[in-house]
């Protein structure tokens, strides 16, 4: 098990959060009061609770208002943000669970629903006490570091949980996502490293740049920058989680720089690029 951190950026904000180094599954606890994250994805499957007040985000175009006793489940991909909507916050617990680790956890529990990594859920949030029982004693196992029977129990207990709450299709059909769209999407993958301008992505679309970025803001959700900050962001907690320096790192997935890289990481995350390096890795800067 790799070291805890604590993150703290202001009296009403903290952060504790432990890496489990043979799973690399995260377990994250954490308060805010007022502005908690920018919007941002990530690579893995988060699934939480809320433990204390009200906790209220965006996700799948729609807002969520979660209290004490809701489970939170997130897909891979799945853009989210978070707030306080009462002056005395919220507290909530929240695992990143691999989707390679799930992909071969779910095979070795013969759960067929599990496997496809990116399945969409049914519900953002649930409202069921064996579930969030599941998720507590899981994230119980891994934050505490309770040893490997513990943690390898709960979580073959959560998975069995989770199944029962994915849809039986994946939720996006490739085929619908405009061709203008998808090309400049391509785009931002194959160039997230590089400094690509909207006139370059518009000549790419066959579109002019105000249409590209209306068509782009209604399929994704978010804008063309927006969703390169959204690659970056994400090539870069893997990059940090290998032992990688922020400083290598920024300039690897393209941000101008590590200060550059920092703000952004913050925002998304409420953690900086050193913080996470040193949970995933034991190693200082």
């Keep these: 098990m790799t070291g805890a951190i604590v993150f703290n950026d202001r009296t009403d904000h903290w952060l504790a959060a432990r890496r489990d180094q043979e799973t690399s599954i995260e377990a994250l606890r954490a308060h805010f009061s007022g502005h908690a994250y920018d919007p941002h994805d990530h690579d893995d499957m988060l699934i939480g609770y ?118 039986d299709a994946p939720s996006t059909n490739t085929l619908a996502i405009p061709l203008a769209a998808r090309r400049v999407r391509d785009m931002l993958h194959e160039h997230m490293d590089g400094n690509i301008g909207l006139d370059e992505l518009a000549i790419a679309a066959g579109i002019d740049r105000f249409r590209l970025t209306r068509l782009f803001k209604r399929t994704f959700g978010t804008s063309p920058h927006a969703y390169l900050v959204r690659l970056r962001l994400r090539a870069a907690r893997r990059l940090l989680a290998e032992g990688l320096r922020p400083a290598q790192v920024a300039a690897s997935v393209g941000f101008a720089d590590q200060s550059h890289l920092g703000r952004w990481f913050h925002r998304a995350y409420r953690m900086t690029p050193a913080a996470y390096r040193r949970m995933c890795t034991n190693v200082p800067d």
Excluded: K
């Design 50 to 167: 809320t433990e204390q007040g009200v906790q209220r985000f965006q996700c799948h175009r729609s807002l969520h208002t979660s209290v004490p006793g809701r489970a939170i489940l997130i897909e891979p991909g799945a853009l989210h943000d978070g707030h306080a909507p009462e002056a005395s916050g919220f507290t909530y617990a929240m695992l990143y669970l691999p989707q390679g680790w799930v992909e071969q956890a779910a095979r070795e529990l013969n759960l067929p629903g599990m496997r496809g990594v990116e399945a969409a859920f049914s519900h953002t949030l649930v409202d069921d006490r064996h579930l969030v029982d599941a998720i507590r004693a899981a994230f119980i196992a891994i934050h505490h570091d309770e040893g490997r029977l513990a943690r390898d129990q709960t979580l073959d207990h959560l998975l069995v949980q989770l199944s029962g709450q994915l849809n």
